[in-house]
């Protein structure tokens, strides 16, 4: 039986501006980013595309980790993935603290994460991205010794 086929989108990149906002979003923070694209930012960078040279090769509905390893979680996955929601629940269980969103302007209710909303704007008030935060209520210190 022939292995189903996964389909995704190109690689690409964000404006230099969310690219620079993130890397110091993310300072001093385990991060995985999931899927990566051609980003650089995150401690792990994971995708299912191998031509962006990811640290780790999955796709976001499997995604290989422990529950709680990572402090941030950050994805912007092509928008034809946000039809159905199991995934969104899978990467934020990856995180201890803290779950980034990139979203075409939905926000999920996650059980235990509080959520903010964050407008990104050059300097000139031009609209460049949308994130949504989710921080968990409770801060979980460590499960897996």
Known sequence: MPARLQFFEPASRWPYQIEAWLLKYTKGRL???IPCGLSKVGD???DIDSCVKPDIICDIHHPPFRPHTFDLVITDP???NFSKQKWIHKLADLTKDEFLLNSPAMMYRLKNFT??????TRTNKMFIGI???YAR???IIS???
Do not use: G
């Open 31 to 33: 991060t995985l980013h």
């Open 78 to 80: 092509p928008w034809s």
């Open 115 to 120: 959520t903010k909303i964050i407008l990104i």
């Open 137 to 139: 209520k409770y801060k």
């Open 131 to 133: 994130w949504t935060r």
């Open 143 to 145: 499960q897996y010794s």
């Open 44 to 46: 792990v960078r994971a």
